[in-house]
């Protein structure tokens, strides 16, 4: 199975601040086909489910703020938050949905305000 | 509204069994592959199965294979996970998915989500 590793653990960052997170996988999410890396990213509050933000790496859900941003390619993709609210803390999550099989969650970021 | 609300989670004792339901509205359910995924409170999220949008393919995780069973009745709009021989650790909060099954693949509904509890 591919394995999904994000980093950091957690940051903490000041409001209006740019919060980045890392996520790495350990084989390509790249599907041939069609030349598009199958990478998400969500959004958990306590308390509620995940919220889709991104999805094939850098399309932005409808309804997500323009302050999320993603990008990268092949194993290592991008979060970025480009100035942090105080609506943003959270957990973030990254994903891969390349499947095959399985779609497997990074670990994790929680994102603080500073 | 489009929606998808979980229900049938409960505490059961090790070795027992546990049916969720999934109850979609507000989309035309037939049309879309849809998962399950689970979460340890304060721990991260797994994905546990998936079937697609006829019912006639069924993935499923290593962890819960050959014990889980996911299903669908279309014209129900409603999913299925029969758990069994359940053990402490499928202790989890149980989510159900949706795959926008337009080719991105997204997840882009969730569930609120049933706690499942397997304790004696």
């Known amino acids: 199975d591919i394995v999904m590793t994000q980093s950091p653990d957690s940051l903490a960052v000041s409001l209006g601040e740019r919060a980045t997170i890392n996520c790495k996988s350990s084989?390509?999410?790249?599907?041939?086909?069609?030349?598009?890396?199958?990478l998400a990213w969500f959004q958990q509050k306590p308390g509620q489910p995940p919220k889709l933000l991104i999805y094939l790496t850098s399309n932005r859900e409808s309804g997500v703020p323009d302050r999320f941003s993603g990008s990268g390619s092949g194993t290592d993709f991008t979060l970025t938050i480009s100035s942090l609210q105080a609506e943003d803390v959270a957990v973030y999550y990254c994903?891969?949905?390349?499947?095959?099989?399985?779609?497997?969650f990074g670990p994790g970021t929680k994102v603080d305000i500073k | 509204e489009v929606q998808l609300v979980e229900s049938g989670g409960g505490l059961v004792q090790p070795g027992g069994s546990l049916r969720l339901s999934c109850a979609a509205s507000?989309?035309?359910?037939?049309?879309?592959?849809i998962h399950w995924v689970r979460q340890v409170p304060g721990k991260g999220l797994v994905w546990v199965s998936q079937?697609?949008?006829?019912?006639?393919?069924?993935t499923y995780a290593d962890s819960v294979k050959g014990r889980f069973t996911i299903s669908r009745d279309n014209a129900k709009n409603t999913l299925y996970l029969q758990m069994s021989s359940l053990r402490a650790e499928d202790t989890a909060v149980y989510y159900c998915a949706r795959d926008r099954s337009d080719g991105t693949g997204a997840f882009d509904i969730w569930g609120q989500g049933t706690m499942v509890t397997v304790s004696s």
């Open positions: 079937i697609s949008s006829d019912g006639s393919t069924t």
């Open positions: 994903q891969q949905y390349l499947g095959t099989p399985g779609y497997t």
């Open positions: 084989q390509s999410v790249l599907y041939n086909s069609n030349n598009k890396n199958y």
């Open positions: 507000g989309f035309t359910f037939s049309s879309h592959w």
